[in-house]
């Protein structure tokens, strides 16, 4: 019997399958996280929609590590093993993007680009909502950058 909603909420034979596995081994290729830590930043990304209980994000890890995706560190956090990182970078990337608002940026910075360069007029006629967006993004570093000394 299947259930449907979030994507990450699929539910099959009675166990959530779907999203956690690809979650964490995305998140853990960001930084090195224990499973609390993985719990929030779930939490977070899905926008405070779902918050998995640490009874499935706790076996998902040891599966993971039993598959040798991901390894327990002495600190108790978890991080990616070579062939795990490989698997986040090419199975996952499309969800890593999500994860990382960055490369959503890059990814809108090379459309802009593209079109600069091969219809500089339809640009032209939005050059004002560019110049505020540069605005927004030059406060958001300078507010960074004050942070940081």
Known sequence: MHRWGPPWAFVAGGRKRGWLRPL???LLAKRPMNGMELIEEIYRFTGSL???????VY???SE???EGLIARRTDGKYELTEEGMELAKTLYAPLASAVDPLSELRGALS????MANSSPGELRGR?????????RLDEIIERL?????
């Not at 779902?50 to 499935?56: A, E, H, Y």
């Not at 459309?111 to 593209?114: I, R, T, V």
């Not at 050059?127 to 605005?135: A, F, G, I």
């Open 59 to 61: 076996p998902m890890l």
């Open 24 to 26: 964490v081994l995305t």
């Open 50 to 56: 779902w918050r998995p209980s640490p009874g499935s």
């Open 111 to 114: 459309g802009l680009e593209e």
């Open 145 to 149: 950058e004050g942070q940081g000394r």
């Open 64 to 66: 993971l590590v039993e």
């Open 127 to 135: 050059l004002q909502e560019l110049k505020d967006l540069r605005k």
